[in-house]
């Protein structure tokens, strides 16, 4: 795939509280040391679920243990209470909400990161091995530019769509630029298995946590025609119902968590897309190895 094939939108991501790097900064000493790190995760989060889903194509399950976090954050702006001696362990006083995902050190107790695209870059270049390359070489701009186009014209633009304090005018537009952003990968996988090729990548990932985020939670807040509109990209659809299957996605999708997190924090009306769901998740999903927590 040419590097102009998917068209790429300004980033919109909140700053993250701690972006140290595994093996880049010597002055921080995070070196790429095995079962130094830890991972903390809810599934329920986009974000989280990235990683999970790229540790697990790493296999690294003996390499940095994971720390399942619960499906609904138990305190104020998304806090997990769990986190809470972590963030104070590494900034003092730290006065913001103790979020995931979080990537800490249990050398010196302290986090290293919560910027998820850090997170996975540094688990595939430091811990990959011979695993399969999630970012293949000279791919760098090809995958931000993708990474900013889920966050933008998929997430973004989705939930501008079903925005009940915006006029129809906003929507519309908002509801345009999702399914002009949509058709990009829908013509690449009409002709190829994954987005960049033959292989599968990081940006398949970046894509596929996207695609569940627009079935099972922004669905919610679309009109039945405009999630018809959604559903009628057929390569996409497929492509998102054949990773589902996948050993290393599939497993990690916690389709009832995912709901009791929007329920729980969403303040938006619910409209008639509700009742229009594009995929069955669950028929797709291999069998869960672990229990996740409630």
């Given at each position: 795939?040419?590097?102009?094939?998917?068209?790429?939108?300004?980033?919109?991501?909140?700053?993250?509280?701690?972006?140290?790097?595994?093996?880049?900064d010597a002055r921080s000493g995070h070196y790429a040391v095995p079962r130094r790190y830890r991972l903390h995760l809810s599934l329920s989060c986009p974000h989280c679920l990235r990683i999970?889903?790229?540790?697990?194509?790493?296999?690294?399950?003996?390499?940095?243990?994971?720390?399942?976090?619960?499906?609904?954050?138990?305190?104020?702006?998304?806090?997990?209470?769990?986190?809470?001696?972590?963030?104070?362990?590494?900034?003092?006083?730290?006065?913001?909400?103790?979020?995931?995902?979080?990537?800490s050190d249990d050398w010196s107790g302290r986090i290293v990161s919560?910027?998820?695209?850090?997170?996975?870059?540094?688990?595939?270049?430091?811990f990959g091995g011979d695993r399969p390359a999630l970012h293949p070489r000279g791919a760098d701009?090809?995958?931000?530019?993708?990474?900013?186009?889920?966050?933008?014209?998929?997430?973004?633009?989705?939930?501008?769509?079903?925005?009940?304090?915006?006029?129809?005018?906003?929507?519309?537009?908002?509801?345009?630029?999702?399914?002009?952003?949509?058709?990009?990968?829908?013509?690449?996988?009409?002709?190829?298995?994954?987005?960049?090729?033959?292989?599968?990548?990081?940006v398949d990932v970046e894509l596929w946590v996207s695609l569940v985020q627009l079935d099972t939670v922004h669905r919610w807040h679309l009109d039945a025609a405009a999630v018809h509109r959604v559903a009628d990209h057929p390569h996409l659809w497929a492509y998102a119902r054949r990773l589902a299957?996948?050993?290393?996605?599939?497993?990690?999708?916690?389709l009832d968590g995912i709901a009791r997190r929007h329920h729980a924090h969403c303040r938006g009306l619910e409209a008639a897309g509700a009742a229009v769901q594009i995929l069955d998740w669950a028929a797709h999903v291999p069998t869960r190895a672990t229990t996740r927590p409630s």
């Open positions: 795939m040419s590097a102009h094939a998917l068209t790429a939108l300004p980033s919109a991501q909140p700053v993250p509280a701690f972006r140290g790097r595994i093996g880049r999970a889903i790229t540790h697990s194509l790493l296999g690294l399950d003996d390499v940095c243990p994971v720390n399942p976090l619960p499906a609904v954050p138990d305190g104020p702006g998304g806090e997990h209470s769990a986190l809470r001696p972590l963030y104070e362990a590494s900034a003092h006083r730290y006065a913001g909400a103790a979020v995931a995902p979080v990537l919560t910027h998820a695209p850090d997170i996975m870059r540094d688990l595939a270049w430091h701009a090809e995958i931000e530019g993708v990474r900013r186009l889920c966050a933008q014209g998929i997430d973004a633009a989705a939930q501008r769509a079903g925005r009940a304090d915006a006029d129809a005018e906003e929507r519309t537009d908002a509801l345009g630029s999702l399914l002009r952003t949509l058709r990009q990968p829908e013509s690449l996988l009409a002709r190829q298995e994954y987005l960049l090729g033959d292989q599968l990548t990081a299957a996948h050993p290393a996605f599939g497993p990690h999708l916690d």
